[in-house]
């Protein structure tokens, strides 16, 4: 701990209260680890604000001493993006004590959550509403609103809904100066210049501080239906949506696993089992809803358009979960693919996007092209085919050393699968965001124009530099990620 960050840390303790500091080192350490384990900080102490004049009170503090400071919700970010400095130069700032919904008005489908909100707890008070947030993902049970607009999340109803930029009506945040930007209010209209809002989500925590938002909210679901299919390959996953999507509005998430994926997911996680009988090279769960009683049930729909594909050989076999129990059953297969594949080995993970027409192509031709290239590894892409985003994993060779893998050859493999990427016209970050895992290959291949630009708005807002350092904008020469 250097003397500046020792009287900022006395001073707030003093005006705050010991909640609002947490300086053992028990209390610090699991929150500087980043969620893969890739990524390891130091920190002297944790900031834990209770409301947005405290998160105010320490930024202006901070700024005044120079003392770095990393924003911090669920500590989900899969790039290393809410991870502090391995040096100690900054103080983690958790959000978590700002878990206050302090609105949900049904009305106008609209909803003020703090940043420190928890997502499935999110869900579970304005379904007491008959509404929902039409946003979820793995890491619902911790991930947290002010972390989900910082890196614009994403999820498995992008399809229907999009991303947080689309979800997030205004913002409530604290610059670097320490100022509150007061942007909650709903507009439909506002032309008052640059989105202030909008620059925020995305940021990363890199212009600020989000400390609530205004979200949409949709009607709540009537009926839900989920259904499991398997097919050859993933141009006939494409084929199957595109006819869905021709016939019905209803399907909301549609997501691409291949068989491998799957097998990891029953080997490592325990009480999950095969939904269908037999082998497929791939898998698509498909997810339908009504918000109204009347008309077709969705599960009547999928069964219907299920049944055509089979009949017309698109897809080889499906079934259609009986219960709410078997399509949470479906959907946790879905949702352990990361932790199975952790289980499983040393693995380097792309969050990509190319173009959903591209996208069967590009899966496949990707996959041969890496493991033909580093051979003994293990490629394959799964996730939101509807919106071509997929997250393209390469599992280390059997038997390897982790760290002599992760620092030798995954240090090639992660630019050879982005030259695919942007060969294909896609994003190295479709919706995990950069962080610092992703610092380098950012600065890599963007143009001159974008990197300028992004400069630009860093430095102007953040003029000292001491809001999450070393994540999303590099403005010295980027370290190449461990």
Known sequence: ?????????????????????????????????????????????????????????IVAAAAAAGVPL???????????????????????????????????????????AEAGVILADLHNAVHVEQRRFPLTLGARGSATIGGLTSTNAGGTQVLRFGTMRALVAGVEAVLPDGAVHDGLTAL????????????????????????????????????RAVGWAGLANPDDALALLRGMEAVTGAVESFEIVPD?????????????????????????????????????????LLERLLTTAIAEDIVGDAVIAA????????????????????????????????????????MVAAARAVEARFPGTSAGAFGHLGDGNVHFHVRAPDGVDPESWYAGEALRITPFVNDLVVAAGGSISAEHGIGQMKL????????????????A?????????????????????APRAP
């Open 323 to 362: 219960s709410e129990a078997q399509a949470e059953a479906f959907w946790r297969l879905r949702d352990s693919i990361s932790a199975a594949e952790r289980a499983s080995g040393p693995a380097m993970q792309h969050d990509i996007s190319v173009p959903v027409g591209v996208m069967p192509r590009f």
């Open 70 to 112: 990393v924003p911090q919700g669920g500590n989900t970010s899969m790039v290393g993006g809410a991870t502090p400095p391995a040096d100690g130069s900054a103080l983690i700032l958790s959000l978590r004590r700002m878990n206050r919904i302090r609105q949900i008005d049904a009305a106008a489908n609209l909803a003020i």
């Open 188 to 223: 439909k209209k506002d032309n008052r210049g640059y989105d202030l809002n909008q620059l925020m989500i995305g940021a990363e925590g890199t212009l600020g501080v989000v400390t609530a938002v205004t979200l949409r909210l949709v009607a709540d679901v009537s009926a």
């Open 457 to 477: 708005i860093k430095l102007a807002l953040d003029p000292g530099q001491i809001m999450n350092p070393g994540k999303l904008v590099a403005l010295a020469p």
């Open 1 to 57: 701990m250097n003397p500046a960050q020792s009287s900022l840390i006395d001073m707030l303790c003093h005006r705050l209260g010991p909640k609002a500091v947490i300086t053992d080192a028990h209390d610090i350490a699991p929150w500087l680890v980043d969620w893969r384990g890739r990524y390891h900080g130091r920190a002297a102490a944790i900031l834990a604000p209770a409301t947005t004049a405290e998160v105010a009170i």
């Open 260 to 300: 491998h994926s799957l097998q990891l997911v029953l080997r490592h996680i325990p009480g999950t089992r095969a939904p269908i009988e037999g082998r497929y090279p791939w898998h698509v769960l498909i997810e339908a809803v009504t918000t109204s009683p009347d008309g077709e049930a969705p599960a009547d």
């Open 440 to 455: 380098h290959e950012l600065e890599r291949l963007s143009s001159p124009s974008r990197l300028s630009m992004l400069r």
